[in-house]
Every structure is written in C-alpha cells, then in structure tokens.
C-alpha cells in the first residue's frame, strides 16, 4: 500500500504531526540501517541517518573499515548494487562533503602542510575519506619510474671558460666545442662508435658552421654516420641539448647521447646594413656593365655603417641589462645587497678552484698558444672597490653594474648521458640520474629574467619534492639583482597568488646549499654552454657532500626558463 504523507497545509500538517507522537519541528523518523527511501534526503531536521558502515562526521575523521556485512558498495552512477537507484540521507550528505573535501584538497599546493599529510583517493567505490601518512621524500631511494627508463649521466666535462677578447679570440666556435668533445672522450673512453646522437647548444651561430654539433663531432673524430644537430634557446640552449638527450634515451630511439654547447662571443657575426647587403646581392645578379654602374651609383656612404649585434629583445628592444635593473627596483633589491651577492659568488668560486672541485674544466692547448687550464673571470674584490663602479645600463641611478653582472665569455661543455643498463652494461659508474624537468616562460617584458621562480614550483610538484627535500641548488646567475629577485619573489605568497595563480609561495632556496662552488657571475657564461656546467656541478656536490636531490634553473632570453631535478647515484 502506498505510504501516507503529511497534508501540506501548516496547521493540518501540525495536527497530523501530533497524532503520529511526533513535534512537527523533529521531522521524520531516522531511517534505519539498510532501509531505502527516496526522500530521506529531504529530511527537514533533527539526526539525520547514520551514513552506511558507522562513518564518523568531521573532515579528517577516518571511518573505520566496512565489514563484509555491512559493505554497501555504490555503482559507478552513485547507485546501490541492487533495489532502486538512489542514496539514502546520510549517504548523500557523506558524498557531498567528500566531493568537496577532495576537491579542496586537490587544488591545495604541494607545499602545504595539508596536502602533505593527506591524500584523498577517488570515491569510485567507498564514499570514505582516507587519511594517507604523511609524505617521506627521504625515505624514497630513487625517483625512477617504473615505465620509463633512467637516464644517467656518466660524466661531464668543459673548456676552462674564459673572458671575451682573450686566449680562444682567433678561434671559431667549432674549434672550442670539438676540444670539449674531445675532453669528454679522453675523460670517459667512450668508444665514438657507440654514440648514437650528438647534439649541441649554441646562441649566436658562425654562418661557416651553422650546425656546429655536426662540425665539432667530425672534427672530434666521430664517425660520419653519427648524426648531429644544433639547438638554441638563449641562456637554456645546453638545457634543451640535454633534455633532447634524455627524450631521445627515455623513448628507446638511442642509448647514447652526447650533449653539449658552446659559445665565442670574441668573433661574433657583423653584418653590413641592409641597403649594403641589398645592393651586393643585387650585383651580383647583375649582368650587364650597365646594371651593374646603376646600381654602383645608388651608393651612399650611410650603406657602410654595421649591424652590431645586441643582447637585446627583439619584442621589446630592451636589453638584459636593462630589464635586470628594472627588475631589482621593482623588488626593491638595493644596489648593496647585488655586490654582496657578487662577492659571494666570486669567494665561492675561487675557494672551489684552489681546492680543485672545479673537476670538469679539462685543459686545452690553444693553438699558437699556452695550454689554458683554469677560468680566468674569477676575480674576487671588495665592497668597496666594487661601490665604485658607475651604472652599465640606467645611468646614473640604476644598480646593475659591471660588477655585479655576468661577463661575456668563451667556452664549450659536453656531456654523455646514457641508459642506465647500457652504462653499466659497458662498466660505467654514472654519477646522476636526470628526472623531471620542466620549461617555462613568461611575459618577456616585465618577468624576462624570473624563469626559475615559475619553474621551480612546477617541477617540484612534478618530482613530488619540496624545497626542504633539496640538498643542492644550481642556479644560473645572469645578474645578482636576478637572482635576488628571483629569491624575494619565490618568496612572496602575494607574488604567487596574483601572478603565478599558485595558493602559497614555493619558499627560498638556504644560501648554505645555493651554487656553493660560484656562479655565472663569477665563473662566467658562455649562453649555449652554461647548461651542462650547471648539471655537471650539482651532480659533482651531490656525491661529495652526500645529498641527494639537486634542482638546476636558469632564465633565458624571451622571458623563458628551465629547471631539472639531478639525483645522485648511488654508491
């Protein structure tokens, strides 16, 4: 027979109440365990039904176990597994407020203390909320996964890097890039029959040797059938060398690479101005005396005057220098705190060198000259001969200076990366796994030089680490005002927030582990080679001081970035 319900008029309905023996405020009866009713969710007050299997009210409160009596599962659709579709009181309110649990907890970031110690499974099949235990990075030996193969590094080497106009001035890039390959292959012994592929990191390209990969590894003795190319990226250009490396390993296309880049900003490319460059071309097509005295006759004297090249952006026709200095006003980083920075990084640097850490610099015999074999930029000063120096871009009061900036400089890096099985197939001792990474980029105008603060977070996350589960930093330096603000905005939960779209800050890297052997500032930058230096020094301090995770970032060029994560091998 079909149920009787309350008449809906209020004072009917309070009658109708009564006489059942209930207030007309309790409402209905609580349903009891196992009985099924379409409107026990519309109860109006009172207790509302005990959800299925005992669970517990509160957000954090973990229901027990369902027993093999008591387990009700729910069907994909949210229905029971038989009778009439549809979920009693307390099972609807209970899903409810787990839909919303998990949906808060999933947009809460990584570094929260809460999504740390929770982890919120999907409800397919218990509308249950389970406590996870808390998350143990240090715990986890290794961040390989199972369906990927590990890409290691097996060693790294480098030119010494060297100021602009000195020692490499009479040589071409090819010429640096082919006496680090050659480094590389006196350091590992690596049958050159074995590399797979080479590739090569470089900014501003020699025309005579556009694909300088493929010039340097024939000139090294490769095999001719080892094929090469060249990559650029700006200041990430040896970054995305690398990462082209580990794809072409981690996908089974290869198992050895050699990765690289190389720089020579001693004998970069000028070019005559356009109108010149326009006639030239045009007489050279010329096939007359008299086509080629017309055009001889538009000649003008203004047509010598040379395209020099710039660090500049095209977008913005702003250069670096400029950017970084409008960078640190707008983090309010003074002009103090960038040469106490620079200092540092030239005391660290040149402690690293007479201490001999710097272990990939191998030497080169320059021709017609002495062998180099150390940097030659480190040059530790004072503060106050450093307060000396006048502005370089915003003059006279920005605070980017030639000391606290990054010089142009000569070099070249190489780099074998391997499959893990063929490494120790062959013997090998790698000294790193390279893991995640990730690239970035940003408005080029007002964030040009912030890429390690957008990637750093993300691939963070992507790693399942946190900043505190890091033992060494490598960060690039193109300025000591980058990299302060790099730091003030990693930093500033507001700047994560409104420009990143991130809940909290990814926090500071402690100075006691950032680029504890120099920098770029100190150590120099040679744009297509700084990448491998990067990885090289971060896998080198993780095996002499014992940690175990790295985090290489850099900013680029066109308002991009990079970060990796670099985990030591084990011993």
């Known amino acids: 027979m079909p149920r009787c319900r309350p008449p809906r008029d209020p004072a009917l309905r309070s009658r109708y109440m009564r006489r059942k023996g209930r207030s007309p405020r309790q409402g209905k009866r609580p349903v009891e365990e196992g009985a099924r009713s379409r409107r026990s969710s519309q109860a109006s007050g009172g207790q509302p039904a005990k959800p299925v299997g005992g669970a517990r009210r509160g957000p954090f409160k973990q229901a027990p176990p369902l027993g093999p009596?008591?387990?009700?599962?729910?069907?994909p659709n949210f229905t029971r597994s038989r009778g009439r579709s549809g979920v009693g009181a307390g099972e609807s309110k209970e899903f409810r407020m787990t839909s919303l649990l998990t949906y808060t907890f999933k947009n809460l970031p990584t570094t929260s203390k809460c999504a740390l110690r929770f982890s919120v499974r999907p409800l397919s099949c218990s509308s249950q909320l389970q406590a996870a235990p808390a998350v143990q990075t240090k715990s986890k030996k290794t961040l390989g996964k199972p369906s990927v193969r590990n890409v290691v590094v097996v060693d790294g080497v480098r030119t010494p890097f060297l100021l602009s106009g000195t020692s490499y001035k009479d040589l071409m890039p090819h010429d640096l890039a082919r006496a680090a390959l050659s480094g590389l292959l006196h350091r590992t012994s690596v049958p050159k029959e074995v590399v797979d592929y080479i590739t090569f990191g470089t900014v501003?390209?020699?025309?005579?040797?556009?694909?300088?990969?493929?010039?340097?590894?024939?000139?090294?003795?490769?095999?001719n059938k080892t094929p090469a190319h060249t990559v650029t990226m700006a200041c990430i250009s040896a970054n995305q060398a690398m990462t082209t490396g580990v794809g072409l390993i981690a996908s089974g296309q290869c198992d050895v690479v050699v990765a690289g880049g190389v720089e020579l900003m001693s004998d970069v490319p000028i070019r005559h101005s356009r109108k010149m460059r326009k006639m030239m071309l045009e007489l050279n097509k010329a096939k007359t005396l008299g086509q080629r005295l017309s055009l001889i006759s538009q000649f003008r004297l203004n047509f010598l005057s040379p395209e020099l090249p710039a660090v500049a952006e095209f977008s913005?026709?702003?250069?670096?220098?400029?950017?970084?200095?409008r960078l640190a006003a707008a983090f309010a980083v003074s002009r103090a705190e960038q040469d106490e920075y620079a200092l540092r990084s030239h005391t660290l640097?040149?402690?690293?060198?007479?201490?001999?850490?710097?272990?990939?610099?191998?030497?080169f015999k320059v021709p017609g000259k002495d062998t180099v074999t150390k940097d030659n930029g480190i040059r530790p000063s004072s503060l106050e001969q450093m307060a000396k120096l006048r502005p370089a871009f915003i003059k006279p009061y920005g605070t980017v200076t030639a000391a606290n900036s990054s010089f142009l400089t000569d070099g070249a890096s190489a780099m074998l990366i391997m499959a893990e099985e063929k490494a120790l197939a062959m013997g090998y001792k790698p000294k790193a796994y390279l893991r995640d990474f990730v690239y970035v980029s940003q408005d080029p105008k007002d964030q040009l030089l912030l890429g390690p603060t957008?990637?750093?977070?993300?691939?963070?996350?992507?790693?399942?680490?946190?900043?505190?589960?890091?033992?060494?930093?490598?960060?690039?330096?193109?300025?000591?005002?980058q990299i302060l603000a790099n730091f003030k905005a990693m930093d500033s939960d507001w700047f994560a927030q409104n420009c990143?779209?991130?809940?909290?800050?990814?926090?500071?890297?402690?100075?006691?582990k950032f680029n504890n052997w120099g920098g770029s500032l100190s150590l120099g930058h040679p744009f297509g080679a700084t990448g491998c230096r990067l990885v090289m020094a971060a896998a080198n301090r993780l095996r002499r001081e014992g940690g175990q995770y790295g985090l290489v970032a850099a900013c680029a060029a066109g308002g991009q970035g990079h970060a990796m994560i670099v985990e030591a091998y084990p011993k």
């Open 454 to 481: 957008y990637a750093t977070p993300k691939v963070l996350e992507k790693a399942g680490l946190t900043m505190n589960d890091l033992d060494a930093f490598e960060f690039h330096e193109a300025f000591s005002g």
């Open 316 to 325: 913005t026709s702003e250069t670096m220098g400029h950017s970084a200095d």
């Open 500 to 512: 990143m779209g991130r809940n909290t800050k990814v926090g500071v890297p402690p100075l006691e």
């Open 69 to 75: 009596t008591d387990s009700r599962r729910l069907g």
């Open 204 to 223: 501003i390209q020699e025309v005579k040797t556009s694909n300088v990969a493929r010039e340097a590894a024939l000139g090294a003795g490769f095999s």
């Open 349 to 363: 640097a040149k402690k690293a060198q007479d201490e001999g850490l710097l272990s990939d610099v191998v030497p």
